[in-house]
């Protein structure tokens, strides 16, 4: 825990510094990886499970009888929270449907712009102790609602060759129904190229740990998209004076709990605040489970005062946080001036919390400085954009003289002439 | 050129097998040149473009003067067709505007997302024998739209040191001002970087030769973003009995002329139609100035007879086309079934090279298959979406519970005390 004070423009690089990951060390196995899956497939699959999950696999799709003795194990209550959750996020990437844009730029020339789903897509979800259902939904969902034809989702089996019950009966609410038990490099491989029993996608999706991000990195060179470039996760929230320092503290421990590399920052301009957000995380840290995670985190926490408003938002800004709390008097001066962020928690009944599960966004977000170019997952990224355009006799009239022009100019004669041809048969019918 | 009948669909792969191109054997010289840029700033620039350009440069701003001198040698037909062009292209991508989307997912969670532009963009623009203004305006125009706050160009110099007219005029229009007379892998470093003169930016974008694709993909190791992967330049028609054999000729000659590597295909349910266009083809090459790129690529021509309307839409789906006209008797017929293209040239009197110059649409396009999971350049290609969420008392209390049971189930119980703590606080207050 480091307590900064009016840190210097010049000086926030050094400030919030984020811990660098450099998965390229691992794209040797990555590519051995790879390389056994093109040409062994399902049996390359079926080794990898066995040495890195310590599970010999008969199948690895999961049958429809496991899918439904996991429906009747998840306790009713988290089922119905599940539904809430999925209700809300439904909702919201459903509004983010766009219309088909249509224009005629000038007179017979008519241009339009149509969304088309992206046909196959990959959705990975990493194993490891806890299940991580709410990413099948942030990653389902939108499938769903975009219309992907074939959603196909893998996660590693434990060591008994069980996929969780959370994640069975999440997939299957969302409609998800080629699920696979292999997760790691292999899993990657197996949706970059497809295998016996798994299709191959277009764009993959979802979190995973280093070797899996190495691996998606490693897939873009074989023509597959992948939804952004991933780090450790991050939270950043601007705090003044009306904050709460046990809500504060609170949040910023949610974000410290992920893992030891996870980025906490808090920008202040009131020291009093400061201060009782560090006695409190240090007090609520003792209370929580993943305490050592925790501590190893906030060793790397940055407090920073900022005496001036807009210095504050330029180094929010400058920083581009992953997740973004807002808890001051003013809450509508920081919202307005958000330029870098991936998601904002705007005041003190909101925390980082609502987001990651239920609220409605999504959680799949820009880490690592990235939401400076890019988007969080949302319904647009399941989508293309394809472009159309007609132009009638009279309209290319019109635009002709100038498209050959342009061609000459450029020195591409062909492009004319495509133009000249056609203007030459219009002139001898009228 | 090759004449292939009814290709099965297990041959779909082979028959529309795209050059491979690889560009990670430049990666050493691209990793050099990023380590004297990163170490000498603009002294390595200007030592590269003396190595590669042959121009030892004093300045590698252009200066006003230097705008002002082009903007006068431009013919004033030019600046009209160019000017026409860009009053389409900006009425297409202004067009593309989304407005916010604001929903209430559950009583008292308000969600919503915001589209802020990227601040800072670089553009690439290659130089050589012509000067290709028109990709000037299909990505000046959509950045000044989006409102990026520094649009930073880069463009190699002659060997007396000077940037195309055409190129700064266009530049100068769009309301470019940070022009650079910097190519190569060298100016993909400078924007990456950044140096004592050029702003480093955040994503980048344009087209180049094998060295700046290189970089732009070794450049996004460092965090920056770009358009898209690249490859080469590819028209796919589609073609029946009622087609003009000329027109089509002139268009698959239009995507001959880029380069050798140029992939050109012909899809139609009619022999006699391609025969007649393979006979325009060889006629028309005669008479155009780039002949011999024009008869390299069409040695790779592929001329496919598909006698089944409905496979022929699958074929053309399963290859993905940058380019994709359509002149048949039923154009709705294949334009409603359009799943993977970049931008589709609808009807007789369409050519490519009215996208590619003044339709309106972007010529910044999807190849290599791409188009499967990526669109094409577009308004939101300089913006991102961000997402906010404002919750209420009674929006946490009717939710609260739900994330509660949701972070548990996860083992993540920091995200649920976030929850809990501000429940316990709600609760004490009625």
Redesign the interface.
């Known amino acids: 825990m480091q307590i900064i004070q009016n840190p210097k423009p010049s000086e926030w690089a050094e400030v919030l510094k984020r811990p660098t990951q450099s998965v390229?060390a691992l794209n040797t196995v990555v590519d051995e990886v790879f390389t056994a899956v093109i040409q062994n497939g399902d049996d390359a699959l079926k080794t990898y499970t066995k040495t890195f999950d310590g599970v010999a696999l008969d199948a690895l799709l999961v049958s429809s009888t496991e899918i439904e003795s996991a429906k009747a194990a998840v306790a009713p209550?988290?089922k119905?929270?599940?539904v809430?959750?999925k209700?809300?996020i439904e909702?919201?990437h459903k509004?983010?449907k766009?219309s088909r844009?249509d224009?005629e730029?000038?007179a017979g020339?008519r241009?339009w712009?149509e969304k088309?789903?992206?046909?196959a897509v990959g959705l990975y979800i990493p194993g490891g102790?806890?299940?991580?259902?709410?990413t099948v939904l942030m990653l389902a969902v939108p499938a769903q609602i975009a219309g992907c034809s074939s959603i196909v989702l893998c996660t590693p089996p434990n060591t008994a060759g069980k996929i969780a019950n959370?994640i069975l009966y999440t997939a299957a609410l969302c409609g998800v129904t080629q699920i696979y038990k292999v997760g790691g490099i292999q899993a990657i491989a197996a949706m970059t190229f497809g295998t016996e029993t798994i299709n191959r996608v277009?764009?993959l999706f979802g979190p995973g740990n280093q070797y899996v991000t190495a691996a998606k990195q490693f897939a873009?060179?074989y023509?597959?998209?992948i939804d952004m470039?991933a780090g450790p996760s991050e939270l950043l929230v601007m705090a003044d004076a009306t904050a709460?320092p046990?809500?504060v503290a609170?949040?910023l421990?949610?974000q410290?709990?992920?893992g030891a590399d996870s980025q906490v920052v808090l920008v202040s301009s009131c020291k009093t605040l400061i201060n009782e957000v560090s006695k409190e995380v240090v007090e609520?840290t003792q209370?929580?489970?993943?305490k050592s995670i925790?501590e190893q985190a906030l060793n790397n926490m940055k407090l920073i005062y900022v005496s001036d408003q807009n210095q504050a938002v330029d180094l929010i800004?400058f920083y581009g946080p992953e997740h973004y709390i807002i808890a001051t008097s003013d809450?509508s001066f920081f919202?307005d001036r958000?330029?870098?962020?991936?998601?904002?928690?705007?005041?003190?009944?909101?925390?980082?919390?609502?987001?990651?599960?239920?609220?409605?966004?999504?959680h799949t977000l820009p880490t690592?400085?990235?939401?400076?170019?890019?988007?969080?997952v949302?319904l647009?990224s399941f989508l293309?954009?394809?472009?159309?355009?007609?132009?009638?006799?009279e309209?290319?009239k019109n635009?002709g003289?100038?498209?050959e022009?342009?061609?000459e100019?450029?020195?591409?004669?062909?492009?004319?002439?495509?133009?000249s041809?056609?203007l030459k048969?219009?002139n001898n019918e009228s």
């Open positions: 390229e209550e988290l119905a929270a599940i809430q959750a209700s809300n909702m919201f509004a983010q766009t844009i224009v730029t000038q020339v241009c712009q088309r789903p992206i046909d102790s806890a299940p991580l259902f709410s959370e277009s764009k873009t060179k023509g597959v998209a470039p709460t046990a809500f609170s949040d421990l949610s410290a709990e992920h609520q209370r929580l489970n993943r925790i800004n809450n919202t958000v330029q870098n962020a991936g998601s904002v928690f705007i005041g003190d009944y909101t925390p980082e919390s609502a987001g990651d599960y239920a609220s409605g966004t999504n690592n400085g990235y939401a400076k170019a890019y988007s969080g949302n647009d293309k954009n394809i472009t159309f355009q007609e132009i009638s006799k309209g290319l635009l003289p100038t498209i022009l342009m061609a100019a450029e020195g591409l004669m062909a492009h004319k002439n495509a133009v041809i056609r048969t219009l």
